[in-house]
């Protein structure tokens, strides 16, 4: 017979692939919300330099206003604006949340309790995923994209570093450990009978 924590482990198992591609399937409507609040922090916060954020499949383009240097042969039409655009892959920072819904499903509760705290989770979990893409798309151009479009951004060498935290933080921790510590508050009690049932 399995212990309550094996039981919990293999219930998770069999959540997680279920979760994992129920995400992928619909990412484009999962992410609508990240992409709406990732268009407007940037185009808000840059309005100069990020003229769009626009899904295309299950990836964000990045649409910016760059004036070229002048070269030979390079001439921009008058009335129109030269544009750099890059892709950035959201669904990178967005794997918290099928772990954190197999989670919810392999815990109990009721099925009132388990919805409360998934859209709960999923909000905190979007503003997360929002966090990653918002600093990929500074590191893209503060490093990626060249000294011209470096010098738009007009950001102190401090700021740069707060933009390399940030994207450090976006990449590897949030998306890891926020979905744990939202499990944990909400089933505080149920992971403590499985520790002493462990003991």
């Given at each position: 017979m399995l212990s309550p924590v094996s039981r919990f482990s293999l219930h998770i198992l069999l959540w997680l692939p279920i979760c994992f591609g129920a995400w992928y399937y619909m990412a484009g409507v999962i992410a609508l919300p990240v992409n709406l609040l990732t268009d407007w922090i940037m185009t808000g916060l840059f309005p100069e330099l990020i003229r769009e954020v626009s899904p295309n499949r299950q990836l964000l383009d990045v649409v910016c206003a760059f004036t070229p240097p002048e070269q030979p042969g390079l001439v921009v039409p008058e009335?129109?604006?030269?544009?750099?655009?890059?892709?950035?892959?959201?669904?990178?920072?967005?794997?918290?949340?099928?772990?954190?819904?197999?989670?919810?499903?392999?815990?109990?509760?009721?099925?009132?309790?388990?919805?409360?705290?998934?859209?709960?989770g999923f909000v905190v979990l979007s503003l997360v995923?929002?966090?990653?893409?918002?600093?990929?798309?500074?590191?893209?151009?503060?490093?990626?994209?060249?000294?011209?479009?470096?010098?738009?951004?007009?950001?102190?060498?401090?700021?740069?570093?707060?933009?390399?935290?940030?994207?450090?933080?976006?990449?590897?921790?949030?998306?890891?450990?926020?979905?744990?510590?939202?499990?944990?508050?909400?089933?505080?009690?149920?992971?403590?009978?499985?520790?002493?049932?462990?003991?």
């Open positions: 009335g129109q604006v030269a544009e750099i655009v890059f892709s950035i892959n959201s669904l990178i920072y967005g794997y918290s949340i099928p772990l954190y819904s197999a989670l919810i499903l392999a815990s109990p509760g009721n099925e009132m309790q388990k919805w409360l705290r998934w859209i709960v995923q929002v966090w990653g893409v918002s600093f990929d798309i500074l590191k893209t151009l503060l490093f990626d994209l060249g000294k011209e479009v470096n010098t738009l951004l007009a950001l102190t060498p401090m700021q740069k570093e707060a933009v390399v935290l940030g994207y450090q933080m976006g990449y590897l921790v949030l998306p890891a450990v926020t979905p744990l510590i939202l499990w944990i508050g909400f089933h505080r009690d149920f992971l403590l009978e499985l520790v002493e049932r462990r003991g």
